[in-house]
């Protein structure tokens, strides 16, 4: 079997469109512009690139730019500050801590500022506890990005087993919620987990986010699942994943690719909760 590839580049253009079209379609109703805001602090070299691609996206499907740089020894009063400004600005809908944050700062304390309807990331404890009871809230971005991917693939979620590789807030325990959500038999697999191939070959979907270069070869995938790989990892050969590509393909009947699949969703995401946020505020204030 060869894997059908789930393009994530594609569908990120076409959610990427579609937030454009609400971005324009808010701008002609409210007359002002719907923003993100950014806050980097520090000066980790990852986070920098992420919050450039996440700016330059916004930008691109219309919304305003707020970024706010601050330096690594920046006191937690001082983003906390920041935080709460933004928090009272009207034309911010958006707030994005970009993560992770230097030694030192407190992410729980600082991410649990934002509003819960400014919190595009779905990060704040508010958030979380929205999606665990499976009330409406903004969805944490590469989790939602996995389920539209999946959705798109016309992967059938209800009643499959799924089993997702890590159980960080980030990813795999929210991605975990989403499943469970849409009706899957959900197990969460982590660093502790016994035989994991043994686990994973179980799965009708298969949702990688472990953060380990190739950890799922082809023993660990059952013919026919669907594999997302969440994990992105630079290499010398460039961009790879938590998934061995080219020998899952021959097994998996999805695959998505890195890069080009989960990634690019991720920041579609962000952009679609910013304007959902934008439209939200503007319906509970006129409610
Ligand atoms: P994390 O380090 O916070 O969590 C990793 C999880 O994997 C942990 O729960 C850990 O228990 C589990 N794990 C580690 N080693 C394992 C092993 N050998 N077997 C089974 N489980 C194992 O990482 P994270 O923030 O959840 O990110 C995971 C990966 O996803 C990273 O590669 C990260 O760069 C990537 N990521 C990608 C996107 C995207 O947009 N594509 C977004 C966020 C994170």
């Known amino acids: 079997?060869?894997?059908?590839?789930?393009?994530?580049?594609?569908?990120?253009?076409?959610?990427?469109?579609?937030?454009?079209?609400?971005v324009t379609a808010f701008r002609s109703a409210h007359g002002r512009t719907p923003?993100?805001?950014?806050?980097?602090?520090?000066?980790?070299?990852?986070?920098?690139?992420?919050?450039?691609?996440?700016?330059?996206?916004?930008?691109?499907?219309?919304?305003?730019?707020?970024?706010?740089?601050?330096?690594?020894?920046?006191?937690?009063?001082?983003?906390?500050?920041?935080?709460?400004?933004?928090?009272?600005?009207?034309?911010?809908?958006?707030?994005?801590?970009?993560?992770?944050?230097p030694a030192g700062l407190d992410r729980h304390a600082l991410v649990d500022r934002i509003p819960v309807g400014k919190d595009v990331d779905g990060l704040t404890t508010a958030n979380q506890g929205l999606l665990a009871r499976g009330l409406p809230g903004l969805r944490p971005c590469t989790p939602a990005g996995v389920i539209t991917m999946l959705d798109s693939a016309g992967v059938s979620l209800d009643g499959a087993e799924a089993v997702v590789v890590g159980r960080s807030e980030l990813v795999g325990h929210p991605a975990a919620e989403l499943l469970l959500r849409r009706g899957a038999t959900v197990t969460?697999?982590?660093?502790?987990?016994?035989?994991?191939?043994?686990?994973?070959?179980?799965?009708?979907?298969?949702?990688?986010?472990?953060?380990?270069?190739?950890?799922?070869?082809?023993?660990?995938?059952k013919p026919g699942a669907a594999v997302i790989d969440v994990g992105i990892h630079r290499t010398e050969q460039g961009l790879t994943g938590d998934v061995a590509f080219a020998e899952v393909s021959q097994v998996a009947g999805w695959i998505t690719p890195v890069p080009g699949g989960v990634g690019p969703m991720t920041i579609a995401t962000l952009l679609a909760n910013t304007i959902a946020a934008a439209e939200d505020t503007v319906a509970s204030t006129t409610n």
């Not at 079997?1 to 079209?21: F, P």
């Not at 700016?55 to 709460?84: Q, Y």
């Open 35 to 101: 923003g993100l805001a950014t806050v980097l602090v520090g000066d980790d070299p990852a986070g920098g690139v992420y919050v450039r691609r996440k700016r330059k996206a916004a930008a691109e499907a219309g919304l305003a730019d707020f970024h706010h740089h601050l330096p690594g020894d920046v006191t937690e009063a001082h983003v906390a500050g920041l935080l709460d400004e933004l928090a009272d600005d009207s034309r911010v809908s958006g707030i994005l801590l970009q993560l992770p944050l």
């Open 188 to 221: 969460i697999a982590h660093s502790r987990t016994r035989d994991l191939a043994g686990v994973t070959r179980r799965a009708d979907v298969l949702i990688a986010a472990a953060g380990v270069p190739g950890l799922i070869g082809p023993g660990h995938v």
């Open 1 to 22: 079997m060869t894997a059908r590839v789930i393009d994530g580049t594609q569908l990120a253009k076409e959610s990427r469109d579609r937030t454009t079209e609400r």
